[in-house]
């Protein structure tokens, strides 16, 4: 029996991040009679997906690193690891965890592959340098969307390295709404059953503008007195966006439930999805409200306007435009027939052009092109 082709994938945390969690979904379906898979992360107060991934039954290794400096200095621990376990090929994921990860490739004479989720210009200036002059050290470039790929032609004229566009999946067959019915949500919220529900999922971040998004709702309530909205999520601005929800007099109105593994119970709650970021790559929390059938109105950052058909399966609006985020939402709230055939649409969107499995499939190409190329040419 020919053995196994051996990736191993680095990224700074295993916490709950959107690049984060793809990682276990993509490993259910990795073909594990041809692959096997490594794991290396430098933040070990970040590893909530490390149980869903050791669960699967694959080597998952902390070297643990508090900062970039440290985690240069573990580049010697890297190569022995990669040398040890005849690693084929490394998949990174975030700068700083790319970068280490190129430099290990080079010594190790192995393929390294970078996947790509945000645009450089939204990163730090010392972050963004020192990833765009490492970049040509890579075998191959993944964007997780046009947008994403653009910024990247922008900022490195001279790359010499391909980009492959994969978009970021979801699982559609799990992320169903005929599996959840979202009444026990409400329930333990103490939301009725019978009014409309906003929601979205974030880490709490300055660019997903969440203070903006409870002002938003603080004006959907005049049109729409009823409703009740849901963010899930936690993050570093947490307390802050207590207190403005609270100034806005809506602790009654908008929950907050926290950080949740499984968020399905709550996107089958959800009658609007609806986001205001200032930027983003190509949200998984999107694609998966999509799946379940919550039509999404957002602004349109990042990749986000490659998913939504405006008009078609949701609606998106500029960036700086957010008092249309309370429009349209109102506009769906207010027609339920045009808000389930939004959904329907939504959910034959992502199974079509977004599901995992054609981001699988896409992946392992990519592996066992390199490894054989890589094979060869040794």
Not at 23 to 31: A, I, Q, V, Y
Not at 43 to 67: H, R, Y
Not at 186 to 203: K, Q, S
Not at 329 to 357: N, P
Request: proline share 4%; with cysteine; glycine share 6%.
């Amino acid at each position: 029996m020919a053995s196994k082709i051996r990736i191993l994938h680095t990224i700074k945390s295993l916490g709950r991040g959107g690049a984060e969690m793809l990682l276990p979904e993509t490993l259910r379906l990795h073909d594990k009679d041809l692959f096997e898979f490594h794991y290396i992360y430098f933040l070990p107060w970040k590893d909530q997906m490390v149980e869903s991934l050791q669960k699967q039954g694959v080597i998952v290794t902390c070297f643990p690193a508090g900062n970039v400096v440290k985690m240069m200095m573990h580049l010697s621990g890297l190569v022995r690891y990669v040398r040890q376990h005849n690693i084929q090929l490394i998949h990174s994921h975030l700068p700083w965890a790319g970068i280490v990860s190129r430099i290990v490739g080079r010594i190790c004479k192995i393929p390294v592959i970078y996947s790509e989720h945000n645009k450089q210009e939204r990163y730090r200036a010392g972050t963004r340098i020192a990833h765009l002059m490492s970049m040509n050290l890579l075998t191959e470039i993944i964007a997780v969307s046009n947008d994403v790929a653009e910024s990247i032609r922008n900022h490195k004229p001279n790359l010499r390295v391909p980009i492959r566009l994969i978009s970021n999946g979801v699982n559609t067959e799990t992320f169903a709404r005929h599996h959840f019915s979202g009444i026990a949500v409400r329930e333990r919220l103490n939301i009725p059953l019978d009014v409309p529900v906003v929601g979205t999922i974030a880490v709490f971040r300055v660019q997903k503008r969440l203070d903006a998004w409870m002002e938003i709702a603080s004006k959907i309530l005049q049109q729409v007195n009823n409703a009740h909205f849901v963010i899930v999520g936690d993050g570093p601005l947490k307390d802050d966006l207590i207190r403005k929800r609270n100034e806005l007099g809506l602790t009654n109105r908008i929950h907050m439930p926290g950080l949740e593994t499984d968020v399905r119970p709550y996107l089958a709650s959800f009658n609007v999805y609806m986001m205001s970021s200032r930027f983003e790559g190509l949200p998984i929390a999107l694609l998966e409200a999509m799946s379940m059938e919550c039509p999404p109105v957002s602004t349109n950052a990042g990749g986000v306007g490659e998913v939504i058909r405006h008009g078609v399966d949701g609606f998106i609006c500029p960036v700086d435009e957010l008092e249309r985020l309370a429009e349209y939402t109102c506009r769906l709230l207010e027609a339920k027939e045009l808000q389930l055939t939004f959904g329907l649409m939504a959910r034959q969107r992502v199974v079509q052009e977004y599901s995992i499995k054609k981001m699988v499939a896409e992946l392992e190409a990519i592996y066992r092109r390199l490894t054989t190329t890589n094979t060869n040419s040794r």
